[in-house]
């Protein structure tokens, strides 16, 4: 947002120097991105007078001028066509750089001719878009007279940049507001009464059919105005700040809204087709817009119509059809307040950015409306003339904004670190607009919507008492203390996960609506104010994600990688509507092919293994997880499992199904795992095992194979034979899973190896037999295998 000094200084009493002001606008979050001295920007250009022009030997459109500059005449080629003579010109002498382009005049030759300078246009000058011909100065401008002195732009001009937050601050008021809060200076507060009358009604009616995305439309009919000769200081600091100037009622407006923060609209009453009704667009509702351009709506946007057609889109741009011009004699006013949710998503979808979205996305001041339409009434007849009718007033539904907050000084101490006298809590609050009652805040309507928590109030009160102020006092921390237990698992996690072949990946915490549906969820986290349509709702599961990165990876040429996140995902199921989880996913070869192997692609195991290896570093023992087949429907039917302890589940793991990499155009076949941390129980690292424990006695491993029903799961079985002697079996790992040609239709050969680890002594052969009669019995009667 751009302004100038005068014009702050019509709202701030102030003897403060530049610096001083740009530092405090800083320092209360206002960040000064520029600020402009005009006085040096145009120091090199001069008044001069044309006292010859005559037409260029060589061209139809030149003309070779003499003009003096109050010491010499210098001869300038000029292809103005208002280059006449007798007229006081704006003269850039060789070596002035021009604002426009910042190009430098010298001396040279145009077609032949000799030209020492050149005469400037407002355009080139950057005071308006008007090209047509060069600056015609009045008869009192002095011949050798400095420019900058003639047009009063001898001025300082602020350039500040805005938080989506601060919308308050969106006007020169708001900004001269904040400013007396530092005591630099004092806010002179706007006039209350006003001079006009307003006796007649309103020729045009309100209606507010859309109640949610309309809280308020203000309007008043003003007949018999002049739409001519704007006031001079008005004129002058738009076109300082760098706003065309167009016709008096556009400037008014453009004017007041950067003043007061409220965008407003006029429109000329003839050109309206009945009264006005606020009311959603229809599917696919053309509208042409200013400057003639035609847009396409949909119905999620909210409009300003009259009976016949679309006068605007509300709290974005006016309409070419109902828009004022200079034989405009009637007008209505619009001072409106729409829902900035709305807003946003209209002026995205358009891809449209006025002044007027900017202000209205980021909140404007409810409470002002009454006041700025009279405030606006008046500048309009004042500089226009006309008579006002009464208001039309008319709401829709309000927002449930905060409006008182609970406070106790204390809470600073506690925050910052340090005390604030009571005395300077409330000065610097209540120049802010805040409302102070025994142990509460009363919030300002300018600030609703953005203060929400006692932690707000102290944010305002430390920036405007001055970072720079708060006294340097030595931090004790312990190095234990930098990492909470559960950060420190998760950076043991991802080292594990790394030196396992997988690489760390980050992304959005958001996908889009469809793609979180095709992978099976419904109750899902809407944004309300997402910034793109394909980030609209909260991630379920960060699987999504991996498989895009995945997507992008093979259209380069890499086919052989894995990629895991830790993250937050987000449904209404879990505890504050998130849980932390950590996804993984592999494609491609986990070992190429050689002379002495075959190439293997990655698969179940593999990340099965994955999963483990994350549980043992978050000290849980994976032989003590169940596996079953209930899993999302992004993952394959019968290549996949989730793991459980007892009846909470810690991760699901398998191949991604065909389907979904169908969807994602990915042809190679990727394996996938989450983990949900969670869930996983907090073991105290003490009384986990903290070494290997070998048994000083020989190992015994035997193979089994079973035929089993083709439906029993694995599981099962690893679960018998672990019954069977948990003291000795230490191990039981399936190595092959067959069906086909030798097994009976409708079943299956399960291989399995056990070791038989004895911790106090050598067993003895028939020892072992036992052992191993016991499995083969326990599997044939529970599981009905049969020993193949």
Not at 321 to 344: C, H, M, R
Request: net charge negative.
């Amino acid at each position: 947002m751009k302004f100038t000094l005068a014009w702050l200084k019509r709202h701030l009493k102030t003897e403060a120097s530049i610096a001083e002001i740009t530092h405090a606008l800083t320092n209360l979050g206002l960040e000064v991105e520029e600020v402009i001295d005009n006085a040096k920007a145009y120091q090199s250009f001069i008044v001069a007078e044309i006292e010859e022009a005559v037409k260029h030997p060589d061209s139809e459109k030149l003309k070779v001028c003499k003009v003096h500059n109050g010491n010499e005449t210098l001869q300038i080629v000029c292809g103005a066509p208002n280059a006449r003579v007798g007229i006081k010109v704006v003269l850039a002498p060789i070596g002035t750089k021009i604002p426009l382009n910042g190009m430098e005049i010298k001396a040279s030759k145009i077609r032949g001719i000799e030209s020492n300078g050149m005469l400037c246009s407002a355009e080139e000058l950057g005071l308006s878009g008007d090209g047509e011909g060069i600056i015609e100065l009045g008869s009192d401008a002095r011949v050798g007279q400095k420019f900058a002195e003639v047009a009063g732009l001898n001025e300082t001009i602020f350039h500040i940049g805005l938080t989506p937050n601060r919308g308050d601050a969106a006007s020169v008021y708001g900004i001269a507001r904040d400013l007396s809060a530092t005591s630099i200076g004092e806010l002179i507060t706007p006039k209350s009464s006003y001079s006009f009358e307003s006796k007649a009604e309103s020729k045009i009616k309100v209606t507010i059919e859309d109640r949610t995305g309309c809280y308020e439309f203000l309007g008043r009919y003003i007949r018999d105005v002049k739409n001519s000769v704007l006031a001079e200081n008005i004129a002058k600091t738009l076109q300082l700040i760098g706003s065309s100037p167009k016709t008096a009622l556009v400037d008014i407006s453009n004017y007041t809204m950067m003043e007061f923060g409220r965008p407003n609209h006029i429109y000329d009453a003839d050109k309206i087709e009945g009264d006005i009704v606020v009311r959603k667009a229809k599917s696919e509702e053309k509208f042409i817009a200013l400057g003639g351009e035609e847009l396409q709506l949909d119905e999620d946007m909210l409009v300003i119509a009259d009976n016949k057609k679309i006068l605007a889109v509300a709290g974005i741009i006016g309409g070419e059809l109902s828009k004022v011009d200079e034989n405009t004699k009637n007008i209505f006013i619009e001072v409106a307040n729409f829902n900035p949710l709305n807003i946003a998503r209209t002026g995205r979808k358009l891809n449209i950015n006025t002044d007027a979205r900017y202000r209205f996305e980021r909140r404007v001041d409810a409470g002002i409306s009454e006041f700025f339409i009279n405030h606006l009434t008046e500048a309009v007849m004042t500089n226009c003339g006309g008579e006002a009718s009464n208001l039309v007033s008319i709401c829709g539904e309000q927002p449930k904004y905060i409006s008182e907050i609970k406070f106790s000084p204390a809470i600073i101490s506690k925050v910052a670190g340090f005390e604030i006298e009571q005395t300077k809590i409330n000065e610097i609050l209540q120049k802010l607009g805040f409302i102070i009652e025994e142990n509460k805040v009363k919030i300002p309507t300018h600030r609703r919507g953005d203060i929400t928590s006692e932690i707000d109030l102290v944010e305002e009160i430390l920036r405007v008492y001055g970072f720079e102020n708060i006294p340097s006092a030595e931090i004790l921390i312990k190095a234990s203390e930098l990492f909470s237990k559960s950060l420190e698992k998760e950076k043991r996690i991802s080292e594990r996960l790394r030196l396992k072949g997988l690489d760390e990946v980050i992304s959005w915490s958001f996908t889009d609506e469809q793609t979180a549906k095709n992978f099976g969820f419904d109750n899902l986290i809407m944004l309300e104010n997402p910034i793109s349509s394909e980030l609209s709702v909260m991630r379920p599961t960060i699987i999504p994600n991996l498989l895009g990165f995945i997507a992008k990876n093979l259209v380069r040429g890499f086919n052989n990688f894995g990629l895991f996140e830790r993250g937050e995902i987000f449904g209404k199921e879990f505890r504050d509507s998130q849980s932390a989880c950590i996804s993984g996913v592999r494609v491609g070869n986990m070992s190429d092919k050689t002379v002495h192997k075959e190439e293997r692609k990655a698969d179940f195991y593999d990340i099965k293994s994955d999963v483990f290896a994350i549980c043992s570093e978050a000290l849980l023992n994976p032989e003590n997880l169940s596996v079953t087949k209930n899993v999302p429907q992004y993952y394959h039917p019968y290549r996949s499992g989730a793991f459980k302890l007892g009846n909470k589940l810690i991760a699901f793991a398998g191949e991604i199904h065909p389907n979904i990499l169908k969807t994602l155009n990915i042809k190679e076949n990727v394996v996938g795992f989450e983990v949900f941390l969670e869930n996983i129980p907090k073991v105290n690292p003490k009384n986990a095992k903290s070494k290997l424990e070998l048994s000083d006695f020989q190992a015994v491993n035997r193979d089994f194979a079973f035929i089993v029903d083709e439906a029993l799961e694995a599981q099962s079985i690893l679960k018998v034979i672990k019954s069977v002697n948990k003291s000795l079996i230490e191990n039981v790992s399936i190595f092959d899973i067959y069906s086909g040609k030798g097994v009976e239709e409708g079943k299956k050969s399960i291989a399995l190896s056990i070791k038989i680890q004895p911790k106090d002594k050598t067993l003895f052969d028939k020892e072992i037999e036992e052992i191993c009669t016991n499995i083969i019995n326990e599997v044939s009667i529970k599981c009905g295998a049969k020993l193949r």
